[in-house]
């Protein structure tokens, strides 16, 4: 007899059965209710410490008080707030009723935050006071608005007239029903900008993070005993899957900052006993004039590749990986006792299975060739669910025998080492955050008045955020004579529509753009020139 199984059903059925995020928070609730899972640690004043038996309470009463509201199992809940505890508790607390949790860029604007509304048919939202008349203004879908009634830890200086308080959510923890566990239901959703001109909605399953618990936490040494520091956002799968689905898989604690702090970063580390904490560029140099302890707990540093000097300098082990948003976690790993090349971003982890492939002929790519990364997976389990509502992204992404096109590029060296080299020619990276080089470039184009006539936006080098946008513009009919007029237009402009990383730190007025065959525009030649020029805004 045949049987042809379905891998993501035989993994519910028996990978993860009887288990969710909720399970796993009783779980530790009842193992170990003392240990703390999340620690704040504010700007100033006071931390706050939740064990797992604290914040599996508190979060069945917002359950509660969710619940109270009308949400219901399948409701999208719009998370808009830069890190502070209650993003983190209205998350869990969805979850607990089957709801997901829709956490958002808090430096998006206007336009932005109507699509995040309206394309996850969110049903109301959470937010804090400096954020709650843009989302009052422009997510007029929304049901009802709950603000907390501080700013990540700041007094709000804003007033929340006619608006529900946060505190006010907290109900009767048994009015949500009680539900089976089931792996494979929708828990969150998080925004990347890809490429493509519109942010993509990336569904996360109970499954996904509890595979992120299990295997991600494992490839970066973390144990019960580990201490996660998370500064980056929480709406971003550096912070909520590496550090709190991390802790969450093997009983650790995450701490939680409302953003990096250079002055206190040892400090926070010595406090809290810190284990573990993701580095970026930003970080290194941030940090980089600071004398670093004798003694001090850092043992792993997850970050992008090999850089043998920091382990020298930093006196913590590097842990190099690769993964974006629709992996999950880490999909490609280093390991702590092998002898690493310098820049490798490790191997493929055990799960997922990776090739290098030539974008153009969809032919294997060589040893030493550079192709783009494509990864094989379970969807749901380490691989995202789905793009929410958008069908032409997931046939885009997705071979028809299920191999997921990361747009990534990279090559693989001796030893079956992988290395990256860039990611698709036309994003940029800001500081940590994706930009989609055409959103910002259709933007420009909407510019009042008119006068564009082409626009290429591509990444300059920064000295701190790696790089930064720049547009190149020519110059169409109805153009302002006065370049240095036209060019501030342009960036207001984007300034009121766009998030204010993907806002250009300069325009420049050209006669004509490089091409390439096809009259493509040469983006590799407009980058060498933006490199070549000032800063001019």
């Known amino acids: 007899m045949s049987v042809d199984l379905d891998v993501a059903v035989a993994a519910a059925e028996f990978d993860f059965a009887d288990q969710d995020i909720p399970q796993r928070l009783r779980h530790w609730a009842r193992v170990k209710p003392d240990h703390p899972f999340m620690i704040w640690e504010p700007r100033s004043g006071e931390d706050r410490r939740w064990s797992y038996a604290d914040f599996d309470a508190e979060t069945n009463r917002i359950a509660g008080g969710l619940f109270a509201k009308g949400v219901r199992k399948h409701d999208k809940v719009m998370i808009h707030a830069e890190n502070c505890p209650e993003m983190v508790l209205a998350w869990y607390a969805c979850a607990k009723i089957g709801a997901v949790g829709v956490t958002t860029n808090t430096?998006?604007?206007?336009g932005e935050i109507d699509y995040f509304a309206r394309h996850t048919d969110a049903v109301g939202a959470i937010t804090q006071p400096k954020f709650l008349e843009e989302i009052r203004k422009s997510a007029v879908s929304l049901e009802w608005i709950v603000v907390t009634d501080n700013n990540a830890g700041e007094t709000a200086e804003e007033t929340v007239d006619g608006a529900v308080m946060f505190s006010e959510l907290y109900g009767d923890p048994d009015a949500f029903p009680a539900r089976p566990a089931e792996p494979m239901l929708p828990a969150g959703i998080m925004f990347t900008s890809g490429t493509t001109s519109l942010p993509k909605a990336v569904v996360h399953t109970h499954a996904n993070a509890l595979w992120s618990g299990n295997m991600g936490s494992q490839s970066m040494g973390m144990t019960t005993d580990s201490v996660y520091l998370g500064f980056l956002p929480f709406f971003h799968v550096n912070c909520q899957s590496w550090a709190f689905w991390g802790s969450l898989g093997v009983g650790g604690t995450a701490v939680l900052q409302p953003k990096f702090s250079a002055s206190r970063f040892w400090e926070v580390i010595d406090k809290h006993q810190v284990s573990h904490c993701s580095m970026i560029p930003f970080v290194f140099k941030a940090i980089g004039v600071q004398?670093?302890?004798?003694?001090?707990?850092?043992?792993?540093m997850p970050m992008g590749i090999i850089w043998k000097e920091i382990e020298g300098w930093l006196k913590a082990q590097p842990f190099?990986?690769?993964?974006?948003?629709?992996?999950?976690?880490?999909?490609?790993?280093?390991d702590f006792v092998s002898d690493w090349p310098q820049g490798s971003i490790g191997k493929p982890t055990p799960g997922y299975h990776l090739a290098v492939v030539n974008p153009e002929t969809g032919a294997l790519c060589k040893k030493g060739e550079i192709g783009e990364l494509w990864v094989q997976g379970t969807r749901g389990i380490n691989l995202f669910l789905e793009y929410y509502k958008n069908e032409e992204a997931m046939a885009k992404s997705f071979t028809p025998n299920g191999w997921f096109k990361t747009g990534d590029m990279v090559s693989v060296g001796d030893e079956g080492n992988f290395f990256f080299t860039d990611r698709d020619k036309d994003a940029l990276k800001v500081g940590g955050e994706n930009v989609s080089a055409r959103q910002v470039e259709e933007v420009c184009m909407q510019v009042p008045g008119g006068g564009v006539g082409e626009v290429a936006v591509v990444a300059k080098s920064h000295d701190m955020l790696d790089m930064v946008p720049v547009a190149f513009v020519i110059k169409g009919w109805g153009a302002p004579e006065d370049d240095a007029a036209f060019s501030e237009a342009i960036i207001?402009?984007?300034k009121a529509n766009l998030a204010d990383f993907k806002v250009p730190r300069a325009v420049y007025i050209v006669d004509e753009f490089p091409r390439a065959t096809l009259e493509k525009v040469a983006k590799n030649k407009l980058r060498e020139i933006a490199d070549s020029k000032a800063i001019i805004h």
């Open 492 to 494: 207001e402009h984007c």
């Open 291 to 300: 004398a670093v302890p004798e003694n001090h707990s850092l043992k792993v």
């Open 320 to 334: 190099a990986s690769w993964g974006m948003t629709e992996t999950v976690t880490h999909a490609t790993r280093s």
């Open 107 to 110: 430096r998006s604007v206007g």
